[in-house]
């Protein structure tokens, strides 16, 4: 019975497909809206290609369906139909509007959000022939020539070639500018053959030139067994992600390439992710030496037009390999064969714009569309992998040793209470003050970290190190300059406390301290050391990053001090000593990752020690040597943090045992926002008749207001992924109501960075 009804629903129902005939960034609001004829009711899907009548004479065009409506955006009548579907084969095109579909679907946006995302960015110098100069010169002629230049004083040209000696490759008006020469200057200089004026479009390659000859390392055991197995489970038709959970310095990266190597002999394509930090000289370069020019890089400093050739590189099948962040797993590749994720753990995989995409899940999806493989390489897998991985989602694969068995750094904590209570009041522990001494001593180096992830003005007490927690959360309050401390989970507040609730000691207070104060205090007991700092201030520049750690590569300072950035990923053998000041502020991050996030950086901080010939020994500073995150890293002892920890996200329902949906609603006028707040609890209240879903808040955003704009949020727990996501789309409906027109709501679906 009900089949028959619902088969004649179907029957009268009508569907609309808005079409685009061109998809480029440019014509995304260029779409079609047209009728699906009978015979292709319930077929249609975003992406799919189809055929449309166009204009006055109906003239047939391909085109590609974006959405699927039930309702005409206008006239009924007036709309043609489509004709049928297009057999000219699946294009990336159709693969690309799928993954946006799915984006859409997933995270909460507007089709043209999720485009825009998958799309790479317009190319702003299109077909504008742009001019540049290439130096013609090796680096000795080049140098030699200089000379001449200076000893006939012929500045202008001594000018330009000094220019191009720091950038053998520039753009003519730029140069002729800096050097404020005139184009008869550039011009002899070609005819004396030193350099060349290229007038054709240029594709704008980012990966290095000249390169060192490859060292092919061979494999060690371990790396060897698990691609052995890796492979042969992608040729057992086995699709489930890999999980490498390999101890710092074990050597993964090794494994990507082989990985990597395996797919391109297939004919297939391989993606790369990197976080951004660790996008450096260092890890770009053994990729370039060992597949050259098939590869391409991505990263944040590059221009829109940079971007766009490097994706059109891979549409055109000129580079096989694409290396960036979060955003290069958008590459138009044909053929994708394999996605790599390395770090897979870092939160910079999270797209903190709407659709606020994970690129791991992205990832899975992008990988089925195709019969790609995806691998994921961690020392700290996240929770979510992890537990993927033991309930057999994913396929695990250890590496417990370092390469060269060289041993893992010997961990001490100091516990800063007992310090505090044998007088000493400096910012460094006994231990790291005797690990600094002996590494000087040595002529060895040392990093100093100073964790600041999440930090946000946390209450706490420097004689037994209790901090104040909301009591419905279980997360850190926060102290705001009036005196209260809140929580921005719940909202729940209480003024600020004068005495420690714990212990009664009145030495409470809101925790602060910055790189700069730890500067001074290094150079103030160290007399002489030589310091480089790594943070925010010292990294604004494009090459500042790799210029620190170059210096620091080299031997040029004694110290490599800075926030959570100094411990990504970087390969110093030199460095024996890693000091980890203030290990808990990340923990009191108020947030449910806290310990998560203070386990990673504490045993990713530990891995930087001692990969070289030489030992290396690590200090934890930290108020709360018992806290099991903190613990677990000194031990270097993942499984035990990762039991205690899933315990946690069960016992509150938090991610990966339960989802979470973030409702971040912001506006300009706080009475309206905190009725439209109000409004849409309440309308998430009439979707929870059942009691299955919990809903907290609407509470301050972590930052309460930025620029004039009021922020709340709202959370939604629920152990049925599939329930959030309907729950989110009536909320994205209910929230088209007048009463949150002047609000602007998005959605963060298991959110990893606060609002
Ligand atoms: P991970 O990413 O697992 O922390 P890396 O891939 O950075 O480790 O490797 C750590 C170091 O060991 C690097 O300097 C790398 O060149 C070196 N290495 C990797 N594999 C081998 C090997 N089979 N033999 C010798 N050295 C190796
Ligand atoms: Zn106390
Ligand atoms: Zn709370």
Redesign the pocket.
């Known amino acids: 019975m009900e089949d028959a009804a619902f088969a004649r629903k179907e029957e009268s129902m009508e569907q609309y497909a808005r079409v685009i005939v061109d998809i480029s960034l440019e014509k995304l609001d260029k779409t079609f809206t047209y009728r699906v004829p009978e015979q292709l009711l319930g077929h249609l899907e975003p992406g799919m290609q189809v055929e449309i009548p166009f204009g006055k004479g109906n003239r047939l065009l391909t085109g590609y369906v974006l959405e699927l409506t039930e309702e005409a955006a206008f006239d009924r009548d007036k709309i043609k139909q489509l004709r049928g579907l297009s057999q000219k084969g699946v294009q990336i095109e159709s693969q690309l509007i799928r993954l946006a579909a799915w984006l859409r679907r997933t995270y909460g946006c507007t089709m043209n959000q999720a485009l825009k995302t998958v799309l790479p960015v317009k190319r702003q110098v299109e077909e504008k022939r742009r001019r540049q100069v290439r130096l013609l010169l090796s680096l000795e002629e080049a140098k030699k020539q200089l000379k001449e230049l200076e000893r006939k004083s012929q500045s202008a040209r001594f000018r330009v070639l000094a220019a191009l000696l720091d950038e053998p490759c520039r753009d003519y008006g730029e140069l002729t500018r800096v050097c404020q020469v005139p184009a008869q200057v550039i011009q002899k200089m070609e005819e004396m053959g030193i350099l060349k004026v290229e007038q054709e479009t240029v594709v704008r390659r980012t990966i290095p030139q000249e390169l060192p000859k490859f060292l092919q390392?061979?494999?060690?055991e371990q790396?060897r067994r698990i691609t052995e197995e890796i492979v042969a489970g992608f040729e057992a038709g086995d699709s489930r992600p890999c999980l490498i959970h390999?101890?710092?310095?074990?050597?993964?990266?090794?494994?990507?390439l082989e990985l990597i190597a395996h797919i391109l002999g297939q004919g297939r394509e391989a993606i790369l992710l990197i976080p951004e930090i660790a996008l450096t000289y260092q890890?770009v370069r053994?990729f370039c030496q060992r597949f050259g020019d098939q590869v391409a890089v991505l990263h944040s400093k590059l221009s829109q037009g940079e971007r766009h050739d490097q994706f059109e590189m891979a549409r055109k099948g000129r580079i096989k390999v694409m290396l960036g962040p979060r955003s290069a797993l958008f590459a138009p590749f044909s053929h994708l064969g394999l996605i790599i994720i390395?770090?897979e753990h870092e939160n910079s995989y999270k797209s903190e714009n709407t659709p606020r995409y994970h690129a791991r899940e992205t990832a899975v999806y992008r990988a089925g569309l195709t019969g790609a493989h995806v691998v994921l390489?961690s020392?700290t897998p996240s929770l979510e992998s992890y537990y993927r991985a033991s309930r057999g989602e994913y396929r695990l694969f250890s590496?417990k040793e370092?390469?060269?068995r060289r041993p893992l750094p010997q961990v001490t904590v100091a516990d800063m209470r007992e310090e505090l209570r044998m007088g000493n009041r400096s910012m460094f522990s006994q231990a790291l003050r005797k690990g600094m001494e002996g590494c000087l001593i040595r002529g060895e180096q040392m990093m100093l970290f100073l964790n600041r992830r999440g930090f946000a003005g946390f209450v706490s007490c420097r004689t037994c190190g209790h901090v104040i927690k909301c009591p419905h959360c279980d997360v850190s309050l926060t102290l705001h300059r009036d005196g209260r401390m809140i929580c921005h989970y719940c909202g729940h507040e209480e003024p600020q406390v004068k005495r420690c609730p714990a212990c009664g000691s009145g030495y409470v207070g809101a925790f602060r301290a910055g790189t700069q104060q730890m500067e001074e205090a290094v150079s103030r007991e160290f007399p002489g050391i030589r310091i480089l700092r790594m943070d925010a201030d010292t990294t604004r520049t494009r090459d500042s990053y790799e210029r620190i750690l170059k210096s620091f590569s080299q031997g040029e300072a004694d110290v490599l001090l800075g926030t959570q950035m100094i411990v990504k990923?970087h390969?110093f053998?030199n460095v024996t000593l890693v000091g980890a000041l203030a290990a808990d502020l990340s923990l009191h991050a108020s947030d449910y990752r806290a310990a998560e996030r203070t386990f990673q950086l504490l045993t990713q901080a530990a891995?930087r020690a001692g990969?070289?010939e030489k030992p290396g020994q690590v200090v934890i500073q930290t108020y709360s040597p018992e806290h099991y995150s903190v613990a677990a890293a000194a031990r270097q002892d993942y499984q035990g943090f990762y039991q205690q920890e899933l315990l946690y996200r069960k016992l509150m329902g938090y991610p990966p045992a339960w989802e979470l949906l973030a409702v971040y609603m912001s506006g300009p006028v706080e009475n309206a926002l905190s009725v439209g707040a109000a409004a849409l609890r309440a309308a998430a209240d009439a979707l929870n008749q059942d009691g299955q879903l919990q809903i907290i808040g609407p509470a301050d955003g972590m930052i309460a207001k930025v620029q004039d704009q009021y922020r709340k949020v709202l959370y939604i727990k629920g152990e049925q992924e599939k329930r959030l996501l309907a729950c989110r789309e009536r909320l994205e409906e209910a929230a088209q109501a007048e009463c949150f027109a002047s609000l602007h709501i998005q959605f963060d679906k298991n959110p990893m960075n606060g609002f």
């Not at 390392?217 to 060690?220: A, C, G, K």
């Open positions: 390392i061979p494999l060690n790396q390999g101890v710092t310095g074990s050597g993964k990266t090794e494994i990507y890890t053994r390395d770090e390489g020392a590496m370092r390469v060269k990923g390969d053998p891995g990969r070289g």
